[in-house]
């Protein structure tokens, strides 16, 4: 079973930033490829970033140029850096990781972006 614990979220105002930080279990997280999604009030969960165990990192079109996906195999991490915030980016985000058929999810963290 792996463990997933994010932190970092907040209240920023608009054209803040913010970084997330998740921190994984598990021996083999350098081959687990991992994300993070965001749940807002009212949608459906939406990917936001991906990046491959190959550390091939994908964004959605809506935070593209503004969000930096990045992990860290020696430390168990994957990271958000998120510049530019607006309100729409206003969710819960979580940390998804993916290994060999099985899946997991953080609990989430807030992100409250308002002035």
């Known amino acids: 079973q792996v463990q997933l614990v994010e932190s970092g979220g907040g209240l920023v105002r608009p054209g803040g930033s913010l970084r997330l930080s998740c921190r994984a279990s598990g021996r083999a997280f350098s081959a687990y490829d991992i994300a993070w999604y965001r749940q807002a009030p009212g949608n459906q969960r939406e990917m936001v970033a991906t990046?491959?165990?190959?550390?091939?990192?994908n964004y959605a079109d809506s935070v593209k140029g503004r969000f930096t996906v990045s992990r860290n195999n020696r430390a168990n991490t994957l990271d958000l850096q998120m510049n530019d915030l607006k309100p729409d980016d206003t969710a819960v985000y979580y940390c998804?990781?993916?290994?060999?058929?099985?899946?997991?999810w953080g609990q989430g963290t807030q992100v409250t972006v308002s002035s």
């Open positions: 990046i491959s165990s190959r550390l091939i990192p």
């Open positions: 998804y990781a993916r290994f060999r058929g099985d899946s997991w």
